[in-house]
């Protein structure tokens, strides 16, 4: 069992930058990834960044590239999102989430979800 709770989202300007947290709790088993999905409003949810908790591979949406880091500190059992240059259609929840397996960017395939953190990025 395996809790997450997001953290960090809030109200930006076009331009801006946030950094959004997890932190996770329980017992989770390697290899696991932990991810960033996001859901905007009448749309489904969509892959944003993964990384692995033991390793260094990180994955990225094309969206995502250049713009966005994910990170972790695992004395912290925290994985981050930094979010720069921002723009109006990152506007979504974003959600964390943890996959006891090998890397995937399908929603399906990830076994514990955060309640999700709402971000609003201003045009």
């Known amino acids: 069992q395996v809790q997450l709770v997001e953290s960090g989202g809030g109200l930006v300007q076009a331009g801006g930058s946030l950094r959004l947290s997890c932190l996770a709790s329980?017992?989770?088993?390697?290899?696991?990834?932990m991810a960033w999905f996001r859901q905007a409003p009448g749309k489904e949810r969509e892959f944003v960044a993964a990384?692995?908790?033991?390793?260094?591979?990180?994955y990225y949406a094309d969206s995502a590239k250049g713009r966005f880091t994910i990170s972790r500190d695992n004395a912290k059992n925290t994985v981050y999102l930094q979010m720069n240059s921002l723009k109006p259609e990152d506007t979504a929840v974003y959600y964390c989430?943890?996959?006891?397996?090998?890397?995937?960017?399908?929603?399906?395939?990830?076994?514990?979800w955060g309640q999700g953190t709402q971000v609003t990025v201003s045009s």
């Open positions: 989430a943890v996959r006891n397996g090998y890397y995937t960017s399908i929603p399906g395939r990830y076994s514990y």
């Open positions: 329980g017992r989770t088993v390697s290899t696991y990834y």
């Open positions: 990384i692995r908790w033991d390793g260094d591979s990180t």
